[in-house]
């Protein structure tokens, strides 16, 4: 509220000191005409003593008179820039302000999103945790080995997705100042056979299908970051799509380049939204309402490591719903 408050005040000011300008403006110009009149009035009773002129005529064409009208359209362009200038400074002074004004309103919307989905995040695993420590210690000589399978794998799975988002924050701070990429060679086709092996584990109600058109590629990059790359996007496609989930992986190469592709059959992403939904922290939609796990850095961390590789990467819809990443890398580090 009182940043409203406060907005509301700064455009009363500005529009007060634009209707002010105006209005000296307009007392500048009436009083340069009443000085020219007087002037050219003077000038004339002048020459008629001094028996230069006799006629009109003969003042509007003498050259004192010539001399003092190009004087006073000088003025006057002089006035009529300054004020332009004015308008144009005050112009771009509300356009940065209020430029100001909405970044600083993202911003804090961003951290207030980041706040909201990182604690929840943060509490959900360690509940999760806790209450299978919980009912290993209250009910350890009544459990059965299966139930002590399912509980011990259901707090690795939480301890697994803690251990994920602490690194997923660790790697967005790296990523502003201090990542450097490690360099090794692998065969980039069996690398994501493994992903898609992975994903198929954890997500066994959904549909993985995968595609490559170059079984022996072998590139030079970053394996760890490739792995949070791949594994942030599969992961999004699974959480962004209904129960059945359709998602499919091609490998494609081109020259130098090679093309990572990942699309699904999920809710999509609104046009309005493709150009943000890379930023830290941003999630598409209202964080008091979403449903989604997440904490706003997945595709922020896609975007910084494959621009880190020389990369590009692409946004757009799926048919008839869903959407599609493309990622395009060298095979090569330069």
């Excluded at 699974?238 to 190469?253: C, D, F, N």
């Amino acid at each position: 509220m009182t940043n409203i408050r406060l907005r509301i005040l700064s455009f009363v000011v500005i529009a007060y000191m634009l209707m002010a300008f105006t209005w000296w403006s307009v007392l500048l110009w009436k009083t340069l005409e009443d000085a020219f009149q007087a002037k050219s009035y003077l000038m004339k009773i002048g020459m008629i003593a001094e028996g230069r002129i006799r006629t009109d005529y003969d003042f509007y064409r003498s050259e004192d008179y010539l001399q003092l009208e190009q004087d006073y359209e000088r003025q006057q362009w002089m006035v009529a820039g300054e004020g332009i200038f004015f308008v144009i400074s005050l112009v771009m002074g509300v356009w940065l302000i209020n430029r100001g004004y909405n970044k600083e309103v993202h911003s804090t919307q961003q951290r207030r999103n980041f706040l909201l989905s990182i604690t929840h995040e943060l509490k959900s695993p360690i509940a999760s945790i806790k209450l299978v420590l919980e009912t290993i210690r209250k009910r350890r000589e009544k459990l059965l080995p299966e139930q002590m399978d399912k509980l011990t794998n259901s707090g690795l799975q939480e301890a697994d997705r803690l251990n994920t988002l602490v690194n997923d924050l660790l790697l967005s701070a790296k990523l502003e100042t201090a990542y450097q990429i490690h360099a090794e060679h692998f065969n980039l086709d069996e690398f994501l056979q493994d992903m898609i092996w992975k994903m198929e584990e954890r997500h066994s109600d959904a549909d993985f299908h995968y595609h490559s058109d170059a079984p022996g590629l072998i590139v030079e990059a970053d394996k760890m970051g490739l792995t949070s790359v791949v594994g942030n996007l599969l992961e999004n496609a699974v959480k962004y799509s209904r129960k059945g989930a359709v998602i499919r992986m091609e490998l494609v190469q081109k020259a130098r380049y090679c093309t990572i592709t990942i699309a699904d059959n999920g809710i999509g992403i609104p046009n309005e939204e493709k150009d943000r939904i890379f930023d830290r922290f941003y999630r598409v939609g209202n964080e008091d309402t979403r449903t989604t796990k997440g904490t706003g850095l997945g595709l922020f961390i896609v975007k910084e490591i494959v621009r880190a590789h020389g990369g590009t990467i692409e946004v757009s819809d799926n048919e008839p719903n869903g959407s599609i990443f493309k990622i395009t890398i060298p095979t090569r580090l330069k």
